[in-house]
């Protein structure tokens, strides 16, 4: 592939354009080749903007993780909003405050991304390819991480700054371990909505009262061209010639590299040993080996008289070799000898060495027919890559140059004009799953004026094109489509206000006197008997209850405290709180433990959301939700 580009990129100009891309994968932060251009914006923080382009950036992100309908909410939108003003208030206040975060520590940042390394190493090509995917440019790719930076590091320095006594933790420990038993009751909606009647007419007012819970969001059907390099070639297998070429060029790929495991036996001397040392050294070491060669066995040899204390007790066995593992001595000793051959004494800065061949594996080459499927995809995978170098020109030309159509662009390059279901600004599926596209079929220019959009990059080796084919504008389901909806809601709704009522009329008959159980069984409530719960343990009981039953008032005269507890569409719990247990004696350890660990946290994050308002409030902050 990069053997290709360097072949279509000759001469001077070609030569600086290369040096030009090869700058922003060095990683010092000048990434500035691309250019936005003219954007609209959806806030104003300060002095700076916060652009629609990275508002939608945000929203695609969260593609595929939050439900699709979601992403239409305007709360969710202010929420995504909301966060890209307060990271920007946080990096402008950061920035006031001197930090910066210099073009070392980036560059080390990004080269530690497992994700961007091969073989445990930065490698540019793959950052360049992982980005170009996400659809981002390095330098946009790097001003994020630059500003993820600051802003922890802006975190961690108010998070350290929170302070707890001993006091509070205990009184907050003691708070975790405090007891109430309690009893609650079910008034169930789904069991009073089977009872509950509506009439034509109720359906049809219901209807016209919420005519917002009846929308449909816009939708569009698109057109478009695909032109991927592993769609290329695929009808013209590669010749025999070609398979051969690339068996001989791909060689080493092909190899299994030979193996050698050896064993040693040292004889150690110091760093600067006098001739009589190395001569007694060598001595020795010249009466192992001749035991050695006489039948004695190494690894007892090694046991016995080797200083390397590491493989002594192993027989003296060094493992499998590679090269540049050992020094270069043993290195050169170990690949010139035979399987089971012991060397002559070799001189290292450690002392003296014998060293024993003890196993080794032959260089094996996979044939060529063993390899040949193999062989055959990787050379139509390349040659795919390499046309399509040469037609993504093409393609982009074509749907630019004719953008009232698709079709020009198809005949002239042999594509199929395909066609995506009907989907929202939330997405769809297939193509319309992806967030460039998604992205592109809502551009005024694609949407209004029925034009080409500009080509769009899927990955490294995908390009696609897309014209709106078919638009539904936005507006109310028709009453028959969503009619046992509107039944149902209003029958939800009707149910949840006799379950409050009922809910209420219980409270007072418990208030003068009455059983919860008794209640229960009266009007046909399910009743749930007294259990015995902590804010950590809460019995399987549902979360909402668990919560009034600790912010409920003590049990006063030996009489329960009472309360109506709301659940939703579930309907509503009476509650009985019965007793509440405080603890005494010495605290848990462990439970002091957290007690800090969450107090901490909770401090921290008040000072964070003070912090936040703070800024909020001394910087002037313009929005503009009809750009969301």
């Known amino acids: 592939m990069l053997s290709a580009i360097r072949e279509k990129t000759q001469g001077i100009i070609a030569t600086f354009i290369i040096a030009l891309i090869a700058i922003p994968f060095a990683l010092w932060g000048v990434n500035s080749y691309?250019?936005?251009?003219?954007?609209?914006?959806?806030?104003?923080?300060?002095?700076?903007?916060?652009?629609?382009?990275?508002?939608?950036?945000?929203?695609?992100?969260?593609?595929?993780?939050?439900?699709?309908?979601?992403?239409?909410?305007?709360?969710?939108k202010q929420t995504i909003l909301d966060s890209l003003i307060d990271k920007t208030l946080m990096v402008q206040h950061a920035e006031d405050q001197g930090y910066r975060i210099g073009n070392a520590q980036l560059a080390e940042t990004i080269r530690q991304q497992p994700n961007f390394q091969r073989d445990g190493k930065f490698d540019s090509a793959m950052y360049e390819a992982l980005l170009r995917r996400e659809g981002m440019s390095p330098q946009q790719f790097e001003t994020r991480v630059r500003e993820q930076i600051l802003i922890t590091h802006l975190?961690?320095?108010?998070?350290?700054?929170?302070?707890?006594?001993?006091?509070?933790?205990?009184?907050?420990?003691?708070?975790?371990?405090?007891?109430?038993?309690?009893?609650?009751?079910?008034?169930?909606?789904?069991?009073?909505?089977?009872?509950?009647?509506?009439?034509?007419?109720?359906?049809?007012?219901?209807?016209?009262?919420?005519?917002?819970?009846?929308?449909?969001p816009e939708q569009v059907r698109v057109e478009y061209l695909r032109l991927s390099a592993g769609d290329l070639n695929q009808n013209q297998p590669p010749t025999e010639e070609e398979l051969k070429k690339a068996y001989s060029e791909e060689a080493a790929r092909y190899t299994v590299p030979e193996?050698?495991?050896?064993?040693?036996?040292?004889?150690?001397?110091?760093a600067e040993p006098s001739e009589s040392q190395a001569k007694e050294a060598l001595a020795k070491i010249q009466d192992i080996a001749k035991q050695a060669r006489a039948a004695t066995g190494f690894a007892g040899l090694a046991k016995k008289h080797s200083a390397d204390s590491v493989t002594a007790s192993q027989g003296g066995d060094l493992g499998e070799i590679r090269r540049g593992v050992l020094p270069k001595e043993l290195e050169d000793t170990v690949y010139s000898l035979k399987s089971g051959e012991v060397s002559q004494p070799v001189r290292s800065t450690y002392g003296y060495h014998l060293v024993k061949l003890t196993a080794h594996t032959p260089e094996k080459r996979k044939a060529f027919a063993d390899v040949r499927k193999e062989l055959v995809e990787a050379v139509r995978r390349r040659q795919g890559e390499e046309r399509?170098?040469?037609?993504?020109?093409?393609?982009?030309n074509l749907v630019y140059e004719q953008p009232d159509s698709l079709a020009p662009a198809a005949k002239a390059l042999g594509l199929e004009i395909r066609k995506?279901?009907?989907?929202?600004?939330?997405?769809?599926?297939?193509?319309?799953?992806?967030?460039?596209?998604?992205?592109?079929a809502f551009?005024?220019?694609?949407?209004?004026?029925?034009?080409?959009?500009?080509?769009?990059?899927i990955s490294a080796d995908t390009l696609v094109a897309i014209r709106v084919a078919d638009r539904r504008p936005a507006g109310r389901?028709?009453?028959?489509?969503?009619?046992?909806?509107?039944?149902?809601?209003?029958?939800?709704?009707?149910?949840?206000?006799?379950?409050?009522?009922?809910?209420?009329?219980?409270l007072q008959e418990l208030r003068a006197g009455g059983s919860l159980e008794s209640l229960a069984r009266k009007h046909g409530f399910k009743y749930l008997p007294p259990k015995t719960l902590t804010r950590r343990q809460t019995a399987g009981v549902d979360r909402r209850i668990v919560e009034t039953a600790f912010r409920a008032p003590r049990p006063e005269g030996g009489k329960p405290a009472y309360d109506l507890?709301?659940?939703?569409?579930?309907?509503?719990?009476?509650?009985?709180?019965?007793?509440?247990?405080?603890?005494?004696?010495?605290?848990?350890?462990?439970?002091?433990?957290?007690?800090?660990?969450?107090?901490?946290?909770?401090?921290?994050?008040?000072?964070?959301?003070?912090?936040?308002?703070?800024?909020r409030q001394k910087t002037e902050i313009k929005t503009y939700p009809d750009k969301l």
């Not at 193996?259 to 110091?270: E, G, N, T």
């Not at 170098?389 to 093409?394: F, G, I, N, Q, Y």
């Not at 909806?485 to 409050?500: D, G, I, N, P, S």
């Open 443 to 457: 551009e005024p220019d694609v949407l209004s004026q029925a034009r080409n959009s500009d080509t769009i990059e």
């Open 34 to 76: 691309f250019d936005s251009g003219g954007q609209f914006n959806v806030a104003k923080v300060g002095g700076a903007e916060i652009s629609q382009n990275a508002y939608r950036s945000e929203i695609d992100r969260l593609r595929g993780r939050v439900e699709p309908k979601t992403l239409d909410n305007p709360q969710f």
């Open 477 to 506: 389901k028709p009453l028959a489509e969503v009619r046992p909806q509107v039944e149902r809601a209003l029958k939800q709704e009707r149910a949840l206000q006799q379950a409050r009522q009922l809910g209420e009329e219980a």
């Open 155 to 216: 975190q961690a320095g108010i998070s350290e700054s929170r302070i707890v006594t001993q006091t509070e933790i205990a009184d907050l420990a003691r708070l975790l371990s405090q007891e109430r038993e309690v009893a609650y009751a079910l008034i169930s909606v789904d069991a009073l909505m089977a009872k509950t009647t509506v009439s034509g007419q109720d359906i049809d007012q219901y209807y016209s009262a919420h005519p917002e819970l009846f929308q449909f």
């Open 388 to 396: 399509f170098l040469d037609v993504a020109e093409k393609f982009r």
């Open 259 to 270: 193996k050698r495991r050896a064993s040693h036996i040292l004889i150690s001397l110091p």
């Open 565 to 615: 507890v709301g659940l939703g569409d579930q309907g509503y719990a009476v509650l009985a709180l019965k007793r509440v247990h405080d603890a005494s004696g010495k605290l848990d350890d462990g439970l002091q433990k957290k007690s800090r660990e969450l107090l901490t946290m909770r401090r921290g994050s008040d000072y964070y959301e003070n912090y936040r308002a703070g800024l």
């Open 420 to 440: 995506s279901e009907w989907f929202t600004q939330a997405g769809g599926t297939g193509m319309a799953a992806h967030p460039k596209v998604i992205q592109a």
